[in-house]
């Protein structure tokens, strides 16, 4: 299984980012799919998540600025952030969790940074 990780980068307060996580070697509709982020002195928190009948949630801290999406025929999640803030810099994951089998894979990750 991999998840490659794409469409961070560096962007300046209140621009936007589309990040896009490819899965290879699992049968992608089975799966919920999740964004997570990482940065310095935190714990890793979910940032979106949806899941296999396209049922979205978000952390409150993105909540209104983000989108998470997937397109189950070409094995992608999407998740597009607005307005984005220097709070919002980290490294954003992908993630794919199997609820029936527990089943849970980690792409590398993408760095986002937002400056002030």
């Known amino acids: 299984v991999q998840l490659q990780a794409s469409g961070g980068g560096l962007v300046q307060a209140g621009g936007s980012l589309r990040l896009a996580c490819a899965a290879t070697?699992?049968?992608?509709?089975?799966?919920?799919m999740g964004w997570y982020r990482h940065s310095p002195g935190k714990q890793r928190e979910l940032v979106a998540v949806i899941s296999r009948d396209g049922l979205p949630n978000y952390a409150d801290s993105v909540k209104g600025r983000s989108t998470i999406s997937r397109a189950n025929a070409k094995n992608t999640v999407y998740l597009q952030m607005i307005g984005l803030k220097p709070e919002d810099t980290a490294v954003y994951y992908c993630?794919?969790?199997?609820?029936?089998?527990?089943?849970?894979?980690w792409g590398e990750g993408t760095q986002v940074t937002v400056s002030s």
């Open positions: 070697g699992l049968l992608f509709d089975r799966y919920d």
């Open positions: 993630n794919a969790h199997e609820p029936r089998y527990n089943a849970d894979y």
